[in-house]
């Protein structure tokens, strides 16, 4: 009970300073898609924004030379995927952001067979922690910045490993559901145009949604997330029932967003 009275103060607190002009300059200017919102999404934004910003433990490694703009960026595009969802309940477990120069190496173990476990290592452009940090590469968030990538974005992937382990640390593509009867739409159309997915990518026949996420459930819900912020309309047109469970399930509609603009 203190702790969440403390927790409450300190983010009045936040809020109570004016959201920064060159902030707000920044988010126009970096992320597409906040011109598109509405006042008070904005407005939501950027509160959620300042909270995450202020809350955060933020690590520039390998050399990097963190800046606040960098904070900004990441923080919004974190908080644009549950900016209608209640912040109280998402991303509490992430404490730490670390962010590469580029990308890195982790750690990979592979287990096959029955107790047969391989270690290694492979570079990477971004890693979400239970209960842990996320990492990220700054080169391939660059790359997102200011344009509309083709379904492309590594914050939105790392975050929404995080909120898939909302469940707890098993991680399967499928986040909280607020009823019994979401849950099992989601189940059947989400593993419907998974397996319609790997079933694509494993003859080579072209596919809207990268063939990443054809490698477990959990990838095809951040690949599809992904192409949910970033590619809305097209999304829409190749897999209409898909976009309909996400727009439900983020209690957004950005392809409409997009026609208003």
């Not at 975050?159 to 986040?175: I, K, W």
Request: glycine content about 6%.
């Amino acid at each position: 009970m203190i702790f969440n009275w403390l927790k409450s103060r300190r983010r009045k607190q936040i809020l109570a300073e004016p959201f920064p002009a060159e902030w707000h300059r920044l988010l126009s200017e970096s992320i597409w898609q906040y011109d598109q919102l509405t006042a008070d999404e904005r407005i939501r934004l950027q509160q959620l924004t300042q909270v995450f910003v202020a809350e955060k433990n933020w690590e520039g490694c390998n050399g990097l030379q963190l800046q606040d703009s960098m904070k900004v960026i990441i923080a919004a595009y974190a908080c644009l995927l549950v900016m209608n969802l209640g912040y109280e309940e998402h991303f509490e477990n992430v404490l730490s952001i670390l962010i590469y120069p580029t990308t890195f190496v982790g750690k990979e173990t592979t287990v096959i067979g029955k107790g047969v476990v391989l270690e290694g290592t492979q570079a990477r452009i971004g890693e979400a922690w239970y209960r842990g940090p996320v990492v990220l590469s700054w080169s391939d968030i660059r790359q997102v910045i200011g344009e509309q990538s083709p379904g492309r974005n590594v914050v939105l992937h790392e975050f929404a490993h995080q909120l898939d382990m909302l469940n707890g640390r098993s991680v399967d593509g499928t986040p909280p559901m607020s009823t019994v009867d979401q849950l099992n739409r989601w189940q059947k159309i989400v593993d419907s145009a998974y397996d319609q997915l790997v079933d694509s990518c494993r003859i080579g026949a072209p596919t809207f949604l990268d063939c990443y996420g054809a490698t477990s459930l959990a990838e095809f819900f951040a690949v599809t997330t992904e192409a949910f912020f970033e590619s809305p309309r097209p999304m829409r047109h190749f897999h209409p029932d898909l976009y309909a469970i996400f727009c439900e399930y983020y209690r957004q509609n950005p392809a409409e967003r997009a026609e208003l603009h």
